[in-house]
């Protein structure tokens, strides 16, 4: 069985998945006769650009092109010729290979024929561009600066930075992007209906994961798939040849943890490694939706939508609201340093198990009690050595003193500051500990409110009256309207604080407290750009 990247090779524009803008400058080009000399395609490996190159060059060697349009007949002697590879004015040259220099060196002789077409383009396309050495990056350069008419380069690189400059300067550069899950699928579904085989939508899922945008890399796994001979490809059956891919399996593991179910997250671990699933493929996968948490708690736009599966934005956002953005960040720190352990662990799942316990630590205390302490340790860091020792995480009796210099963001297990929950006796610093427990609350009955509210800061307490600071009119007009809901959640903890005074004030202007937290919103509001606010603002204007 043929390849099936070359089966269902695009052969003209329109069957040409993706990069869109490419598409229609190099169509308006050609119909416009307006092509320059030198084009660089840059992009991942396998996003189409040898073959938009191919496209182009049978577009402009067509005989039987209409002026006013740009796609290649595929049916006239030159298409079919550049389609069978046997085409002599188009010379595709591997700038990887030895061949591939000698022939560039070359070129200055052999470019000085014509094409053999009247009114043809001599084409080279220069495949692995930025692997030419300085001596052929030279001659190269030499050709381009003296291009003979009618002859076109088109240069194809993953690693554009590692070109000379003067090259770069002469090229008119096209960025390829790795196709959107949307295309690939697309893509995917295609090829399964004109090879006749069913596949599921959660196979289609994996292929899309293992081939990070890459169309070909997409079509291989495909291949393997069918060619293992089976018209109704299952995930029984592709994780078989495949193996098994945790993606989600780690989503129901940060879902577990985001609720503090560590006993549950603990027994999926166990469930997936006794299942066949790879421990070092369940970090990878953490790792990625982690990172796409920790962007999306900095600002949504970070966030890359087309790379994600259909409803996998949603997930995010829900994890994002109720894992804490220090928790996040440490798992990611810690879940980078045992990525690489696995293999020489005891057992290949007690690096990642320990990570859990630390970050998410419990002791025997009842669930609301879990709760409180497993958001008030956030500021655990796994080291190498925690990993070997697994230290406890000590609870601390006394609350740190106010107006001491910021402790640092990072801190070791041990001097981790825990405050018991002391039902009435209520100060600035106790209050905003219990935060992550309000907001977890108020997720649950206005997520919008719960946005805002994270962003405030207790500045004082009043006779019985706690004033919290907020950065926005907007927002504290809002937070006004909510004042009962959110006080009844606070007096659930201090029953001593009778009512809430939210104020206007720069959060950054109230960062003399030593609340570590506080340190990390205060870092975040000055990166945040200024119109996140309102963007906040417009989504939720309606809903409070
Ligand atoms: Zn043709």
Not at 153 to 164: E, G, P, Q, R, S
Not at 357 to 383: L, R, V
């Amino acid at each position: 069985m043929p390849a099936l990247y070359r089966t269902y090779r695009p052969q003209n524009f329109q069957q040409v998945i993706g990069q869109e803008i490419i598409k229609t400058t190099l169509q308006n080009a050609i119909i416009n006769n307006r092509t320059v000399h030198s084009y660089l395609f840059s992009g991942p490996r396998g996003t189409g650009k040898t073959t938009m190159a191919r496209i182009f060059s049978k577009a402009l060697n067509c005989i039987n092109r209409q002026p006013n349009l740009a796609e290649p007949c595929n049916t006239c002697i030159n298409c079919k010729s550049i389609n069978d590879n046997a085409f002599i004015d188009l010379i595709e040259i591997d700038a990887a290979s030895n061949r591939g220099i000698d022939e560039i060196r070359n070129l200055k002789e052999a470019i000085r024929f014509a094409p053999s077409q009247k009114n043809g383009y001599k084409i080279y396309i220069i495949d692995e561009a930025h692997m030419l050495t300085k001596d052929a990056s030279n001659a190269l350069l030499k050709t381009l600066e003296e291009p003979p008419s009618n002859t076109i380069f088109i240069l194809a690189t993953t690693d554009a930075h590692k070109m000379i400059p003067t090259i770069l300067s002469r090229v008119q550069k096209f960025d390829f992007k790795p196709l959107a899950h949307s295309e690939l699928k697309q893509k995917i579904l295609f090829i399964a209906k004109e090879e006749k085989v069913k596949i599921d939508e959660q196979v289609v899922n994996q292929i899309i994961l293992q081939a990070m945008g890459g169309a070909r890399d997409a079509e291989s796994i495909l291949g393997k798939l069918i060619s293992a001979g089976t018209e109704d490809i299952t995930i029984d059956f592709a994780s078989a040849i495949l193996g098994k891919n945790s993606y989600f399996e780690a989503y129901t593991l940060l879902e577990f943890l985001s609720q503090n179910q560590i006993y549950l997250a603990i027994r999926h671990i166990h469930k997936l490694y006794a299942s066949g699933y790879g421990i070092d493929q369940l970090i990878v996968n953490l790792l990625t939706i982690s990172h796409n948490i920790f962007l999306l708690q900095i600002e949504n736009s970070l966030i890359q939508k087309e790379s994600l599966l259909d409803d996998e934005y949603s997930k995010l956002e829900s994890l994002a609201l109720t894992i804490s953005k220090v928790k996040i960040r440490n798992f990611i720190q810690s879940l980078e340093i045992i990525k690489s352990q696995t293999h020489t662990a005891y057992l290949p799942y007690l690096p990642l198990e320990l990570v859990i316990a630390q970050i998410w630590e419990i002791d025997n205390m009842n669930n609301n009690e879990k709760n409180i302490i497993s958001d008030n340790i956030d500021n655990t860091i796994i080291t190498k050595s925690d990993i070997k020792l697994a230290p406890k995480t000590k609870p601390v009796e006394n609350t740190p003193p106010l107006n001491t210099p910021p402790a640092p963001t990072i801190t070791q297990p041990k001097d981790s500051p825990v405050v018991k929950e002391t039902s009435g006796s209520a100060d600035v610093y106790s209050v905003y500990k219990i935060y992550p427990a309000i907001n977890k609350a108020l997720t649950k009955t206005n997520k919008s409110l719960a946005i805002i509210f994270a962003q405030t800061q207790p500045v004082d307490i009043i006779d019985n009256t706690i004033v919290i600071a907020v950065e926005s009119d907007f927002y504290r007009s809002r937070l006004d309207k909510n004042t009962k809901l959110i006080l009844e959640y606070i007096t659930e903890h201090y029953p001593s604080i009778l009512g809430i005074n939210f104020v206007t004030k720069k959060v950054s202007s109230i960062n003399t407290m030593n609340i570590e937290p506080n340190n990390d919103f205060n870092a975040e509001d000055d990166e945040k750009p200024k119109d996140i606010n309102d963007t906040i603002a417009d989504i939720f204007k309606d809903s409070l």
